[in-house]
C-alpha cells in the first residue's frame, strides 16, 4: 500500500468520525429543546387500578406537562391495599412547585381515551414526601359509574315519593286563607293609620288656634 492509498483511507476513517461526531452533537443540542437533556426526578405512585395507564402517557401539573410514564408495574405484595406501581419521570425544574399536598389522578383525554396522569396541588393538607410511595386515586370505571348513577336515581325517586305524600290541595287552602288574614289585617291597620293621621291634623290645627290666641290674647275665645 503507498502514501497515496494510505492517505486517502486516514483522511475518509477521519471524516466518518467526524461526522458522527457533528452528528452526535446535533441529537444533543435538539434533545436539549425538547428536554431530553434536563435532568429529571423519579415518583412512585400506587393504585389499585390504572385504567389502561401505559408507560409514555404525559404526566401533568394543572395541565403543564411536567414529565412522562416510566414504568408501569405490579407489586409482589399489596401496600395500603393496592398493587400496581406506577413510576414517574418529572423534570427537575418542577420540583419546587411539587412540595405542596398533592393529588395525583388518572384522567382521560381525546376522543380515543388516551390515559394521563394530572397532579393537583391541594391549599390544605400536609407537604407529600416524593421519596416515598405515594397514594393515588383510582379512575372511575364503569361499574363505578353505574353505582353512582344508581344511588342518584334512588335518591330521586324517595324525594319524587316524599313530594307526591304532601297534600297540595290543604296546603294551598291553608295558604290561600293566610293571605285571606293577611289582607285583612292590613286593611285594619291602614284605616287605624287613616285616623291617626286625621287626629293628628286636628291636633295641629287646634294648637295653632291656641298660639294665635295667646298672642292675640283672646285664649279663652279659642272654644
Given at each position: ?87 414517574l419521570n418529572i423534570l427537575s425544574k418542577y420540583r419546587k412547585q411539587?412540595?405542596?399536598?398533592l393529588r395525583f389522578t388518572i384522567q382521560t383525554e381525546g376522543i ?51 313530594l307526591s305524600q304532601i297534600d297540595v290541595v290543604g296546603l294551598s ?51
Open positions: 500500500m503507498d502514501k497515496k492509498e494510505l492517505t486517502k483511507e486516514l483522511l475518509a476513517g477521519l471524516f466518518f468520525f467526524l461526522g458522527i461526531f457533528l452528528l452526535v452533537t446535533f441529537v444533543i443540542i435538539l434533545g436539549g429543546n425538547k428536554g431530553l437533556a434536563q435532568s429529571k426526578f423519579q415518583v412512585t405512585v400506587l393504585y389499585r387500578n390504572v385504567g389502561g395507564l401505559m408507560e409514555g402517557a404525559p404526566v401533568r401539573l394543572s395541565g403543564v406537562n411536567v414529565g412522562t410514564v416510566d414504568r408501569v408495574e405490579f407489586l409482589n405484595q399489596e401496600f395500603d391495599g393496592r398493587r400496581v406501581e406506577v413510576t411539587l412540595e405542596n399536598n380515543l381515551g388516551e390515559k394521563l396522569i394530572e397532579i393537583d396541588v391541594l391549599r390544605e393538607g400536609p407537604k407529600v414526601d416524593l421519596k416515598n410511595p405515594v397514594i393515588g386515586e383510582d379512575p372511575l370505571d364503569v361499574e363505578d359509574m353505574a353505582e353512582v348513577f344508581a344511588k342518584a336515581a334512588e335518591s330521586f325517586t324517595a324525594t319524587a315519593d316524599q287552602s291553608v295558604m290561600e286563607d293566610s293571605s285571606q288574614s293577611l289582607l285583612i289585617t292590613s286593611r285594619g291597620i291602614n284605616e287605624i293609620m287613616e285616623e291617626l293621621q286625621e287626629i293628628t291634623k286636628k291636633t295641629k290645627r287646634l294648637l295653632d288656634r291656641v298660639e294665635q290666641k295667646v298672642i292675640e290674647g283672646n285664649l279663652f275665645k279659642v272654644f
